[in-house]
Structures are given as structure tokens and as C-alpha cells.
């Protein structure tokens, strides 16, 4: 089936504007999450919803960064006054139980460049 | 000090080696493991899942983990070119919720 989508794949934005970057989950994934992946780093932890609800948003780095996923399938993180720091890779993960399960399914990334 | 450790590489060997991938934890709470192999431009894909300590094989991969040295390896045999990629291990546990903690990643070169 169908894997978890992204758009758009890459966004280039000057520094100060609003982005808006979408997450299409595995049908049917109770769980969404969204990650951080600085040049060379790991994936980091931004923000994790079961279903509509925002369970845990403890890795946004500052109140410029909200997440939504108001029907509880697709999900946009959107990053308000961008900043060249937030040039990175945003990887949407999904999975299929709501508790206990860490077998999480990524998307490709949206890789915004802040100029 | 990151809670998770993983040495960057570049690791090349020539092609039919076993290769070796490792990654160090500090904090023992950490229950379930995973191995992501990640392709230039894509995203992370799940390869092994490991529920606390012992030993799983899938195919060519084996993953090890022990709890009591908080270390944790990912072997690959008789490696091809197209394992070339970066590996990344992630870490969670219960208190975490369900977020993973991940290793920087270590770059594997197989040449043919």
C-alpha cells in the first residue's frame, strides 16, 4: 500500500516568511509524528499526535513552530517567521497502534532551505 | 553528552564483508531498539525492531542488543553496494511516550 507522503519535497523560503509543510499518514495510523533532521544529525523530536489530539509537543523549539491534524489523518507543521536555523529536513513518521508500538513508518522529508 | 551515541563513520569495506554497526545509550530506561537505513534525500526506513535485550536475525541482518552494557550492534552479511546508505539506530521507552530518540547516524560505503 501507499507509504507516508510529504509536500512539497523541498520549499525554499526567505527568511521571515511562513511555511506550511503537509504529512499524508498511512492510512489508517492511529499515530503521527514529526522530526527535526539537521545536515548529518539524527532525526529529532518535534511533536506527536494520537488521532486529532497533540499528546506531546515538547520537542518544538520555539512558539514559532504549531502543529495541527484536525481530522486526524493528514497533519501540516507550520513554521511562522522563518528563521535560517530552521533549515533542515522535516520527516513525517506514522504508526499503526496508539500505545506501546515504535515501529514508525517515515515519509521522505521536506527539506526547507531559509535564505 | 547525547543520550545516544553512534559513531559517524565513514565505515567502506569491499563488498561480501560483514560489517559492524554499533551504538552506545546512556539512559537504562530505553526498552525497544530499532535500526533505520536511510538513503541520500529519502527518509529513514525501518529495518529491525527489537523489544529489550537479545539477539533477532532477518535475512542478511542481525541485531544484538545488551542492556546490561547499554550497547546496542546492527550486523550486515555478506554486504552489497546497494546496503551503502546511512544507518541510523533510535531508542524509546515507556516514559518517553512514544517518541524515538536516534543516534546521529553512521555513512557505509560497500565498494564493488
Known amino acids: 500500500g501507499a507509504g507516508v507522503s510529504q509536500s512539497p519535497r523541498y520549499k525554499v523560503a526567505k527568511r521571515g516568511q511562513d511555511v506550511a509543510l503537509r504529512c499524508d499518514p498511512i492510512?489508517?495510523?492511529?499515530?503521527l509524528f514529526w522530526y527535526q533532521q539537521a545536515l548529518g544529525q539524527g532525526p529529532e523530536f518535534l511533536t506527536y499526535?494520537?488521532?486529532?489530539?497533540?499528546?506531546?509537543k515538547s520537542g518544538l523549539p520555539s512558539d514559532r513552530f504549531f502543529a495541527e491534524r484536525p481530522e486526524g489523518s493528514v497533519s501540516t507543521l507550520k513554521i511562522q517567521r522563518t528563521q535560517q536555523e530552521d533549515s533542515a529536513v522535516y520527516l513525517c513518521?506514522?504508526?499503526?497502534?496508539?500505545?506501546?508500538?515504535?515501529?514508525?513508518?517515515f515519509g521522505p522529508g521536506t527539506r526547507l532551505t531559509v535564505t | 553528552q547525547k543520550e545516544v551515541e553512534q559513531d559517524p563513520g565513514p565505515l567502506s569495506v569491499p563488498e561480501g564483508a560483514i560489517v559492524s554497526l554499533n551504538c552506545t545509550y546512556s539512559?537504562?530506561?530505553?526498552?525497544?531498539f530499532m535500526w533505520y537505513r536511510q538513503y541520500s534525500r529519502k527518509g529513514p526506513e525501518l529495518l529491525m525492531y527489537?523489544?529489550?535485550?537479545g539477539n533477532k536475525e532477518d535475512g542478511r541482518f542481525t541485531a544484538q542488543v545488551d542492556k546490561s552494557s547499554k550497547y546496542i550492534s546492527l550486523f550486515i552479511r555478506d554486504s552489497q553496494p546497494s546496503d551503502s546508505a546511512t544507518y541510523l539506530c533510535?531508542?524509546?521507552?515507556?516514559?518517553?511516550?512514544?517518541?524515538?530518540?536516534f543516534g546521529a547516524g553512521t555513512i557505509l560505503r560497500v565498494k564493488s
Open positions: 513518521a506514522s504508526s499503526s497502534s496508539g500505545t506501546g508500538t515504535y515501529e514508525q513508518y
Open positions: 527489537t523489544y529489550s535485550s
Open positions: 492510512s489508517g495510523h492511529v499515530s
Open positions: 533510535a531508542m524509546g521507552h515507556m516514559e518517553y511516550g512514544n517518541k524515538l530518540v
Open positions: 539512559n537504562s530506561a530505553f526498552q525497544y
Open positions: 499526535f494520537q488521532n486529532e489530539a497533540q499528546l506531546d
